[in-house]
């Protein structure tokens, strides 16, 4: 069997992701090819070799000036190029915001369909199966996909990236492309990073608060709480978006990562798109919705409200 | 300015049934009913071009336990009108072939300028049907979409990425999926509105308006199929305070952390 893992970069390096998928797909299906497709303007020699060393056997590299920066349509077009060469029965990708738009766009031209957001992969016997958490994580899934070739995405921080991985220099094929104007409809202005002023990564002790918080000067409270106990505040893009702390403070799937001792997550329903972002030792949920998905995560958590509880927290730690 | 939005029907994710019972349709009453909270980010997306251009809106839900009422609640937003496609023999769970149907009211309708919709439907977190929705009717689009310029010819587009925005520019004919950032935030229903949705009729769609190959929409037709649906069982071994005074319970938190050697503070 052969697999096609579509390579993606962020911050001028591999996505972690891409090399997690890597990681999975080498230990569940281990008797087959594992390729990665690469696409880009000035594709980097470390990057192929990264891809090399985290299990691709082959890396197909299209370097174009129109794949500079990501745009749908190029890339429907690159990735089925790469898909007539090798012909693989597992096309799959990290679900960041490119590869979620890639793949069902290639799938249905193919006439089939895609299984979205997986946390894990099986192959028992001939059989492939597909899991995908619904319902904000207490139900799972489990498809299969019909036919010969198998679109997947993954949920963004699913699979671990092997830490001391051994594969080789891989085979790099250069594939040929040409575009046409109707390819390039949509054209790329600009893309604008968030100001990240303050790092969360080191960060021991994170107050974190989602839309539960209510608003710009109910943010008082986490930060009051995060300076007694030395740490830092985070947020869910919902309280960036909405303007109620810097976009700094973001923390997920579009924000930063962080790997605190001690998270302590605040009116915060559990989205996944938060959830992948955080590897917290030591998780305290606090939010008035028993069913929130964010007690799934927790290690200690009170359900109440937390204009209430953290005050007393608070309060409590001071005396 | 011609603009369908598609919206679906979804049970409210606030409602007390917990992971597989959720999705069981016999426990549902019509109030649990809402629209995908991201449909109505579209519709936001819309009417706020219906506003600025005087485009018409069309509102279109297929399938639902009851899509009269989502449709209606559109027309209550501020759509010009609407439609409800139901079918029994569609087989909606797997997105091709949602995007299918999709493609054949577009094309039914038709000289469509602009699509919106939302960038995927909640709780059963499928976000697909947009990318193939565009690659079907061959348009372009932006997905996850947070804002949208109106330039002299061109629509100018933040849209969601990891680590900040992405700004392109679309053609004004295309399709646009919608997040839900500020500039989406849905309207409220006027009083107005709801009154004119009361007296609006409404069509009802089957597939013997859309002639699809049913063969092709049923659930035979299915590329994605579901081999298992289960709770997930939490081995987790949490410690979560509930029902006592907030105060007492912020006591034994600290007790407890104190007793497994979890050091709050740096």
């Given at each position: 069997m052969k697999i096609l893992v579509f390579a993606q970069i962020r911050d001028d390096k591999i996505e972690e992701n891409t090399l997690g998928i890597l990681n999975k797909v080498n230990e569940v299906f281990k008797d087959s090819e594992i390729s990665a497709s690469l696409f880009g303007s000035n594709i980097k020699?470390?990057?192929?070799?990264?891809?090399?060393?985290?299990?691709?056997?082959?890396?197909?590299?299209?370097?174009?000036?129109?794949?500079?920066?990501?745009?749908?349509?190029?890339?429907?077009?690159?990735?089925?190029?790469?898909?007539?060469?090798?012909?693989?029965?597992?096309?799959?990708?990290?679900?960041?915001?490119?590869?979620?738009?890639?793949?069902?766009?290639?799938?249905?031209?193919?006439?089939?369909?895609?299984?979205?957001?997986?946390?894990?992969?099986?192959?028992?016997?001939?059989?492939?199966?597909?899991?995908?958490?619904?319902?904000?994580?207490?139900?799972?899934?489990?498809?299969?996909?019909?036919?010969?070739?198998?679109?997947?995405?993954?949920?963004?921080?699913?699979?671990?990236?092997?830490?001391?991985?051994?594969?080789?220099?891989?085979?790099?094929?250069?594939?040929?492309?040409?575009?046409?104007?109707?390819?390039?409809?949509?054209?790329?202005?600009?893309?604008?990073?968030?100001?990240?002023?303050?790092?969360?990564?080191?960060?021991?002790?994170?107050?974190?608060?989602?839309?539960?918080?209510?608003?710009?000067?109910?943010?008082?409270?986490?930060?009051?709480?995060?300076?007694?106990?030395?740490?830092?505040?985070?947020?869910?893009?919902?309280?960036?978006?909405?303007?109620?702390?810097?976009?700094?403070?973001?923390?997920?799937?579009?924000?930063?990562?962080?790997?605190?001792?001690?998270?302590?997550?605040?009116?915060?329903?559990?989205?996944?798109?938060?959830?992948?972002?955080?590897?917290?030792?030591?998780?305290?949920?606090?939010?008035?919705?028993?069913?929130?998905?964010?007690?799934?995560?927790?290690?200690?958590?009170?359900?109440?409200?937390?204009?209430?509880?953290?005050?007393l927290l608070k309060q409590k730690i001071s005396d | 300015m011609k603009i369908i939005v598609f919206i679906r029907q979804i049970v409210n994710p606030q409602v007390k049934l917990q992971g597989v019972d959720y999705f069981d349709t016999s426990r549902i009453s019509e109030d649990d009913l809402i629209i995908n909270p991201f449909d109505k980010n579209a519709l936001e997306g819309a009417l706020k071009l219906k506003d600025s251009e005087s485009a018409e809106v069309t509102a279109i839900c297929v399938g639902g336990i009851k899509p009269s009422k989502a449709v209606r609640e559109a027309i209550a937003m501020g759509c010009n009108d609407a439609v409800e496609v139901v079918d029994d023999n569609y087989y909606l769970e797997d997105p091709m072939i949602l995007a299918k149907i999709y493609s054949k009211i577009v094309e039914k309708i038709g000289d469509v300028d602009l699509i919106f919709t939302g960038c995927e439907e909640q709780s059963s977190s499928s976000y697909a049907v947009p990318a193939m929705l565009a690659e079907l009717l061959d348009i372009p689009s932006v997905l996850y979409a947070e804002e949208i310029e109106k330039t002299v010819d061109r629509f100018r587009i933040s849209h969601v990425l990891e680590g900040g925005r992405k700004i392109v520019e679309m053609p004004m004919r295309g399709l646009i999926s919608c997040t839900d950032s500020q500039y989406f935030v849905p309207r409220y229903t006027s009083m107005r509105g709801i009154l004119t949705s009361k007296r609006a009729q409404i069509p009802q769609w089957s597939n013997e308006d859309l002639k699809l190959d049913e063969a092709t929409v049923c659930e035979n037709a299915a590329s994605l199929t579901v081999s298992s649906f289960s709770n997930i069982v939490i081995e987790k071994d949490s410690y979560i305070l509930k029902e006592e005074e907030p105060d007492e319970m912020v006591d034994k938190l600290l007790a407890k952390l104190k007793e497994d050697n979890i050091k709050l503070g740096v």
């Amino acid at each position: 069997m052969k697999i096609l893992v579509f390579a993606q970069i962020r911050d001028d390096k591999i996505e972690e992701n891409t090399l997690g998928i890597l990681n999975k797909v080498n230990e569940v299906f281990k008797d087959s090819e594992i390729s990665a497709s690469l696409f880009g303007s000035n594709i980097k020699e470390e990057w192929i070799k990264q891809l090399g060393v985290h299990g691709a056997k082959k890396v197909y590299t299209i370097d174009v000036p129109e794949l500079e920066y990501y745009l749908s349509r190029p890339n429907v077009k690159a990735l089925s190029k790469v898909i007539d060469e090798i012909q693989p029965t597992i096309i799959i990708a990290a679900g960041t915001v490119y590869g979620e738009d890639l793949l069902p766009r290639v799938a249905i031209r193919r006439g089939v369909s895609c299984a979205q957001r997986i946390t894990d992969i099986t192959k028992e016997g001939e059989e492939i199966l597909f899991y995908t958490p619904v319902r904000d994580d207490q139900a799972m899934k489990v498809q299969k996909i019909t036919g010969d070739i198998k679109f997947v995405t993954t949920r963004t921080g699913a699979f671990f990236v092997n830490e001391n991985p051994t594969g080789e220099e891989p085979e790099v094929i250069s594939v040929d492309i040409t575009f046409e104007e109707k390819d390039l409809l949509v054209k790329h202005v600009e893309i604008k990073k968030a100001e990240v002023t303050v790092n969360l990564k080191d960060a021991k002790v994170i107050v974190a608060g989602g839309r539960g918080v209510g608003g710009k000067d109910q943010f008082a409270i986490l930060k009051e709480l995060a300076s007694i106990l030395g740490g830092q505040i985070g947020a869910t893009r919902a309280c960036t978006d909405m303007n109620w702390v810097e976009e700094t403070y973001e923390i997920g799937q579009t924000g930063q990562s962080v790997s605190p001792d001690v998270y302590i997550a605040a009116g915060i329903s559990g989205a996944p798109q938060h959830i992948s972002g955080i590897k917290a030792k030591t998780l305290i949920a606090i939010n008035t919705d028993e069913g929130a998905a964010i007690f799934n995560y927790a290690d200690y958590g009170i359900i109440g409200d937390l204009h209430i509880i953290l005050p007393l927290l608070k309060q409590k730690i001071s005396d | 300015m011609k603009i369908i939005v598609f919206i679906r029907q979804i049970v409210n994710p606030q409602v007390k049934l917990q992971g597989v019972d959720y999705f069981d349709t016999s426990r549902i009453s019509e109030d649990d009913l809402i629209i995908n909270p991201f449909d109505k980010n579209a519709l936001e997306g819309a009417l706020k071009l219906k506003d600025s251009e005087s485009a018409e809106v069309t509102a279109i839900c297929v399938g639902g336990i009851k899509p009269s009422k989502a449709v209606r609640e559109a027309i209550a937003m501020g759509c010009n009108d609407a439609v409800e496609v139901v079918d029994d023999n569609y087989y909606l769970e797997d997105p091709m072939i949602l995007a299918k149907i999709y493609s054949k009211i577009v094309e039914k309708i038709g000289d469509v300028d602009l699509i919106f919709t939302g960038c995927e439907e909640q709780s059963s977190s499928s976000y697909a049907v947009p990318a193939m929705l565009a690659e079907l009717l061959d348009i372009p689009s932006v997905l996850y979409a947070e804002e949208i310029e109106k330039t002299v010819d061109r629509f100018r587009i933040s849209h969601v990425l990891e680590g900040g925005r992405k700004i392109v520019e679309m053609p004004m004919r295309g399709l646009i999926s919608c997040t839900d950032s500020q500039y989406f935030v849905p309207r409220y229903t006027s009083m107005r509105g709801i009154l004119t949705s009361k007296r609006a009729q409404i069509p009802q769609w089957s597939n013997e308006d859309l002639k699809l190959d049913e063969a092709t929409v049923c659930e035979n037709a299915a590329s994605l199929t579901v081999s298992s649906f289960s709770n997930i069982v939490i081995e987790k071994d949490s410690y979560i305070l509930k029902e006592e005074e907030p105060d007492e319970m912020v006591d034994k938190l600290l007790a407890k952390l104190k007793e497994d050697n979890i050091k709050l503070g740096v």
